[in-house]
């Protein structure tokens, strides 16, 4: 078994598989001069003895089936045939520039407020559209367009901008729509957004119109975000995938059960998006380097063409979001960001792929 995949055996049945019925945890026998296995992963097996994990572990182990846990991690075992070689070993200078505390600080508290303190958590209906939204939509086209922009620096430089420097919890505690405000004013506007999908001219102004109800359009950072949806959605693939993912969630969801939940993450004084952007790059350099980049791009156009990938992802997901476990599975993300074993779990990763212990 090759390094790269060595890693992803490793850390797809630790992580995911956590030792279920089935499925043997595979021992890794250490790098010369190189910390084992079991000595990078110490900080995750603390995480587990003490029961933090105990959601996902219940979950991966018990509740999804023995055949979805061998499909998924198939799937990982043909992704890693998808990678140039080189591709993992391009990654050992960027382990510790992707362990940003800001960023990963804003993502555990985004995760347990989806679980256990937003306003309306564990927000049953929105899990509910999402299990629908995975189980009715293809999402081909639109993994193609996610991998687009991850390519589109410019696009995301403006992004990170208005998302820390748009005042938009402000903006949205003052949202009014249909004379009603705040949270249901968010859902109302959504849902106006996945009707207009269905329109035979809808464009990338009628999103641009849509914000323009929240923000001022013409106050700094927006408009460079607005010429960025602009040029990115100009008619082509990248305007129909995203035309046909709105109408989706309008079949699936036609009450836009996401808005609430998504007022709450944009609002949230527990999330600090300033900091999180403050942990990436400063203007002039890549938000993210062309390392990082090329193996996300990689693994997602990888799923998107990978019909039998699609599958066996969604199955797991499927579980994972249901109403009974999903909240204790989200609750466990959390925290197993908020224990700092990531950075631990990147080094093993880059680790194993370049068998050098410099990191």
């Known amino acids: 078994m090759n390094a790269v995949t060595r890693v992803l055996a490793a850390l797809s049945f630790t992580v995911l598989a956590c030792g279920g019925d ?3 945890a595979p021992r890794q026998e250490p790098l010369p001069d190189c910390p084992g296995v079991d000595e990078r992963l110490e900080g995750l097996y603390a995480l587990l003895d003490s029961g933090q994990l105990a959601h996902i572990q219940y979950t991966m182990s018990v509740v999804v089936p ?19 070689p080189g591709a993992f070993e391009s990654l050992a200078g960027q382990v510790d520039a992707a362990d940003k505390p800001g960023l990963i600080d804003a993502l555990a508290a985004a995760l347990r407020l989806l679980a256990t303190e937003g306003a309306g958590a564990p927000y049953p209906d ?11 939509c293809d999402g081909a086209d639109i993994l193609l367009v996610v991998a687009d922009v991850l390519e589109d620096d410019q696009l995301l430089r403006a992004l990170a901008d208005a998302l820390a420097e748009g005042g938009v919890p402000e903006a949205l505690a003052g949202l009014e729509v249909d004379q009603v405000q705040g949270r249901e004013a968010l859902r109302i506007l959504l849902r106006n957004l996945l009707v207009a999908a269905s329109s035979p001219d809808f464009d990338a102004r009628t999103l641009i119109d849509l914000l323009g109800f929240v923000v001022d359009l013409d106050a700094a950072p927006w408009p460079a975000l607005v010429d960025g949806v602009e040029r990115f959605l100009a008619p082509g693939p990248a305007l129909e995938a995203v035309q046909g993912l709105l109408m989706c969630f309008l079949a699936v969801d036609p009450e836009a059960s996401l808005g609430p939940p998504l007022f709450d993450l944009l609002t949230s004084d527990t999330i600090d998006l300033g900091a999180a952007v403050g942990s990436l790059p400063p203007a002039g350099e890549p938000i993210a380097a062309p390392e990082v980049v090329n193996v996300l791009t ?14 066996s992802l969604v199955a797991v997901l499927l579980v994972m979001l249901r109403e009974d476990v999903g909240p204790g599975v989200l609750a466990d993300a959390a925290g197993l960001l908020e224990a700092d074993v990531v950075g631990d779990l990147l080094r093993l990763m880059a680790t194993l ?7």
């Open 66 to 84: 023995e055949d979805a846990r061998r499909d998924v991690v198939d799937t990982f075992m043909r992704l890693v045939r998808r990678f140039e």
């Open 353 to 359: 792929a370049t068998r050098t212990c410099t990191l």
């Open 22 to 24: 089935g499925v043997d």
């Open 298 to 311: 990689t693994a997602l156009r990888f799923v998107a063409e990978d019909a039998e990938a699609r599958r």
């Open 126 to 136: 929105a899990l509910a559209a999402l299990r629908g939204t995975l189980a009715s």
